[in-house]
Each structure stands twice: as C-alpha cells, then as structure tokens.
C-alpha cells in the first residue's frame, strides 16, 4: 500500500504544479486570440508590432507600417498592447496625445541644435580644469 502512495503523490503534484497552469495559460492565450479587434495593437510571436487591421476566420492582417500590411494566422499573435476599446486610447484620442514612448519619459527627441550639448559639455569642462 505505502509503495502505490508516492507515485500517486508525484502524479499528483506534477499535475497542481505543471499540467493545470499551462492549461490556464492556453486556454488565456485562446481567449485573447479569438477577441482580436480591429484597432488592436499587438505583439507576434516573432516580436513584430502592428496594428490589426483587418480579421478573418484564421487570419490577421496587421499594419507595421503606414501602408505596410502583413498577414499572420491568430495563433501568431502572443500579446494584444493596447485595444481600441482602452480608456488609455480614448483618452489620448481625446485630448489629441500623442502615444509615443520618448514624450512619455521626457526625453527630448528634437535636433534643433545638435551641437547645444557638444558646447554645454565643453564649458563644463573647462571650468572644471581651471
């Protein structure tokens, strides 16, 4: 009797530990999958970021650049970024903000005067040598 119970033990765990999640997490990817909207922004499983702009049955077909489009079957799609029904979408398209990384960070993109730093370093320097 006591020989039967670790091997059920194992199967046991190995079924709490492994099998359930990643059923979980299949049948989470399916969901996402199949509520695919055309607005979406989303992630490939190869990395590449797109806009959905078109569904059909088994495919999508994704903008990756204005005037770009490629198709993908659903099961490619790992990760939807932003939906076009997100408050944060509605919001920005509202108050006309832009959705950009760099503005969110703070970070100056602009080349005005490229060589303002290259001057601003070089004054600091010199005071510094003095």
Do not use: C
């Not at 990643?22 to 490939?44: C, E, I, N, P």
């Not at 990760?79 to 108050?95: G, Q, R």
């Amino acid at each position: 009797m006591e020989a039967l119970l670790l091997p059920i033990l194992l199967i046991a765990v190995f079924y709490f530990l492994l099998i359930r999640p990643q059923q979980r997490q299949r049948r989470q990817m399916q969901h996402m999958q199949a509520t695919l909207m055309v607005g979406s922004k989303v992630m490939t499983g190869a990395g590449l970021l797109g806009t959905v702009v078109s569904v059909d049955d088994d495919e999508v077909e994704i903008e990756v650049a204005p005037g770009v489009t490629n198709r993908y079957v659903r099961r490619a799609i790992v990760n939807i970024l932003e939906s076009p029904d997100s408050p944060e979408m509605e919001l920005a398209e509202a108050t006309g903000e832009s959705q950009d990384p760099s503005d969110a960070a703070g970070l100056d993109t602009s080349d005005d005067d490229p060589t303002s730093s290259d001057a601003s370093r070089d004054r600091a320097n010199d005071g510094e040598s003095r």
